[in-house]
């Protein structure tokens, strides 16, 4: 059966660019037409474009509600086990369903921190079943360590600054066997043949190159090239990792990832702060892409990236909410904004126009998470599209304004009235079709509390360790 929507504007993505008085007429998750015409419906007010894509996530639904604000990612990342999920299916759902109503049709979930509560491949299914009960396209991804822990290097000094207690209870917390690479490997394969199908894309997930050794990044690039599987990881997230990457890779952190060959067009790169010119040329001319999360990176003061000389040198750019938006609340559209803000250009000069803009993040989004086609909105494209109502973005009213630029200079997440994925209406004014949000909001904050005891040892320890860890990092640079 063929649906419509019809709307006063429809950003394609496409040379055709902003089409007035446009409908899009899409049948078995497909688009058929896009056309114009007399426009006369009451609630046609909107504008219609691409389903945004949050390329970079961990499916987290709070860190600040359990202390980590502030702080840098090296004692966030040991803080956020008090948000370990209590229930996999639950976290994934709130995180999913709370990016879909912003107007996300899809989204990486990064894992980094199972419940440890199922078998890993129970816990895939799991957050599987919340991405088809949100209806939201889903990439997953692994993620694995085998290598430092705690700090990056030796972390004998850390533990020594510990009372015996202390040093025990992290230690049992952090310290653990990590799966061989060929372990790795086989439980990503059963990952794969559990819940892979054309609305979940499963990829290899090694944690960072701080946090792998690498004979599991060499095994990674070898099974990625001979199954085509995508690659997602983070890169050159903080200075410290940077002191580290310099020390470990004299040649260059990115000319390694180059010669055991990760660095390819199936390879997604989360942050890239601190990457250098000479490791961007590489990034653009391997055909891999970068994503980049800014609130996350204000949140964790991790730095600004160079996103605009990126995307000059031709780096693929996708944006991620990183589990931190601004505001915690997964807007993928205020997300987009900051972004463009931030990397569009000084004085009159522009990095991008604001259209341009749109497009890219959506197309280069899909790629990085294994959706198909590009997110314009043309026959033979996924049905995967938002609706914006004009008259909360113009609310004002006073003379005509392009309505892309309303978007990016007030837009939201209360701006948006349909999203469909698929050709499914997932989210209708506000609310979604295949989940009750505050239902599920209501009922995992419940088991965090519940949970929260389970910690008190690292409550107990956390003040010791995060002195320890500050001043490791803050010498490592010059040990």
């Known amino acids: 059966m063929t649906e419509v929507l019809s709307a006063a504007h429809v950003f394609t993505g496409t040379d055709r660019g902003l089409v007035p008085q446009a409908s899009i007429a899409y049948t078995n998750g497909l688009i058929t037409e896009v056309s114009t015409g007399t426009v006369t419906s009451p609630q046609t007010n909107h504008l219609v474009i691409p389903a945004l894509v949050n390329a970079h996530d961990h499916a987290r639904p709070s860190m600040t509600s359990f ?11 040991l803080r956020s086990a008090f948000g370990s999920p209590p229930d996999a299916y639950l976290a994934a759902a709130v995180s999913l369903a709370r990016s879909a109503r912003a107007g996300c049709g899809g989204a990486m979930i990064h894992y980094t921190r199972p419940s440890g509560k199922l078998p890993i491949v129970d816990e895939a299914i799991a957050i599987a079943k919340a991405a088809s009960d949100v209806g939201i396209r889903l990439a997953f991804a692994l993620a694995i360590r085998d290598q430092n822990p705690l700090v990056y290097g030796d972390s004998s000094d850390v533990l020594s600054a510990l009372s015996d207690v202390d040093r025990s209870a992290i230690q049992d917390l952090f310290i653990r066997p990590s799966p061989s690479p060929t372990g790795y490997l086989e439980r990503v394969d059963a990952i794969h043949a559990a819940i892979a199908g054309p ?51 004299p040649s260059g952190v990115v000319s390694f990832l180059k010669d055991i060959g990760l660095l390819s067009d199936r390879l997604t790169v989360a ?29 964790l003061h991790s730095g600004f990236a160079p996103i605009a000389d990126a995307h000059r040198r031709g780096c693929k750019i996708a944006i991620g909410i990183d589990g931190v938006a601004l505001d915690e609340d997964d807007d993928a559209i205020r997300e987009m904004r900051l972004v463009q803000m931030a990397h569009g250009g000084l004085g009159f000069e522009r990095t991008w126009s604001r259209a341009e803009f749109l497009s890219l993040a959506v197309r280069n989004g899909r790629k990085s998470i294994g959706a198909p086609g590009s997110g314009a909105l043309a026959a033979g494209e996924a049905a995967d599209f938002v609706a914006l109502d004009i008259g909360e973005l113009d609310r004002d ?21 349909e999203v ?35 910690f008190k040892a690292l409550e107990r320890a956390w003040r010791p360790l995060e002195d320890a860890l500050a001043q490791w990092f803050k010498h490592q640079g010059c040990c």
Request: glycine letters at 8%; hydrophobic letters at 40%.
């Open 199 to 249: 609305m979940i894309d499963v990829q290899y997930g090694p944690a960072g190159v701080q946090w792998c050794s690498p004979a599991l990044l060499e095994a990674i690039a070898e099974r990625s090239a001979s199954t085509g599987r995508r690659v997602h990881m983070h890169l050159l997230e903080t200075i410290y990792q940077r002191q580290w990457a310099d020390r470990a890779f």
């Open 397 to 417: 009213a006073i003379m005509p304004v392009d309505p892309i630029d309303m978007l990016f200079a007030r837009g939201n997440g209360s701006c948006v009235r």
């Open 420 to 454: 469909v994925v698929d050709g499914r209406t997932i989210c209708r004014n506000g609310k979604l079709t295949g989940v009750d949000l505050d239902t599920l909001e209501t009922e995992i904050r419940r088991l965090y509390r519940a949970s929260v005891p389970q």
């Open 271 to 299: 942050h890239c702060i601190h990457a250098r010119p000479d490791e961007l040329d590489m990034i653009a001319e391997s055909g891999a892409t970068i994503v980049t999360n800014f609130s996350s990176n204000l949140h």
């Open 67 to 77: 202390g980590a604000s502030g702080m840098p990612l090296e004692s966030w990342i």
